[in-house]
T-cell receptor, first 113, second 111 residues
Framework: DVKVTQSSRYLVKRTGEKVFLECVQD?????MFWYRQDPGLGLRLIYF???????EKGDIPEGYSVSREKKERFSLILESASTNQTSMYLC????????????FGNGTRLTVT | RKEVEQDPGPFNVPEGATVAFNCTYS??????FFWYRQDCRKEPKLLMS???SGNEDGRFTAQLNRASQYISLLIRDSKLSDSATYLC????????????FGKGTKLSVKP
């Protein structure tokens, strides 16, 4: 069974802090994703990666960056956290081809105060 | 613009009822389709993929209508444990960045 693990379930950070959210998958999936989910807005794609060191912007990349140094690990970085980045962050992975479903981690609920 | 629309609900149904959700998508080039289930404050989990010929998994039936550009999910003999939000997901192909999520339909099954 696919396992996608996010490093923290709950996180509280202060405005201006640099925040790292880590995600690891154990199924050798090529593709990894970071979403945020907010009430009434659904899931929105921040960044995705289809290979090591490769990254593509999603719909809302502003204020975020990502790192994929190893195939199994995809990190989301908030360079300078702001209160409007308070959200549920979901990591997901999938293999090729494109019609494969996503497998999600259990989410990180980030609060920025 | 690529959009996926769902009725947000909530659908409040008694145990044992049959309930159906539809999800419409805007782009006829859509390649693959999925239904996910999301419990409150949890991550989405794959319920089922949707195939062109329709598919069934126990009490759940998914269908695709390409001509009218919608997919449906039918739940028979609803259980209390079916209470959740159901997300429709459409892949427009080309890259995995073209996965579009609906905002979900909330189902509440009452005793």
């Amino acid at each position: 069974d696919v396992k996608v693990t996010q490093s923290s379930r709950y996180l509280v950070k202060r405005t201006g802090e640099k925040v790292f959210l880590e995600c690891v998958q154990d199924m050798d999936h090529e593709n990894m994703f970071w979403y945020r989910q907010d009430p009434g807005l659904g899931l929105r794609l921040i960044y995705f990666s289809y290979d090591v060191k490769m990254k593509e912007k999603g719909d809302i990349p502003e204020g975020y960056s990502v790192s994929r140094e190893k195939k199994e690990r995809f990190s989301l970085i908030l360079e300078s956290a702001s209160t409007n980045q308070t959200s549920m962050y979901l990591c997901a992975s999938t293999r090729w081809p494109y019609n494969s479903p996503l497998h999600f981690g259990n989410g990180t609920r980030l609060t920025v105060t | 613009r690529k959009e996926v629309e769902q009725d947000p609900g909530p659908f409040n149904v008694p145990e044992g009822a049959t309930v159906a959700f539809n999800c419409t998508y805007s782009n006829s080039a859509s390649q693959s389709f999925f239904w996910y289930r999301q419990d409150c404050r949890k991550e989405p989990k794959l319920l089922m993929s949707v195939y062109s010929s329709g598919n069934e998994d126990g009490r759940f039936t998914a269908q695709l209508n390409r001509a009218s550009q919608y997919i449906s999910l039918l739940i028979r003999d609803s259980k209390l444990s079916d209470s959740a939000t159901y997300l429709c997901v459409v892949n427009y192909g080309g890259s995995q960045g073209n996965l579009i999520f609906g905002k979900g339909t909330k189902l509440s099954v009452k005793p």
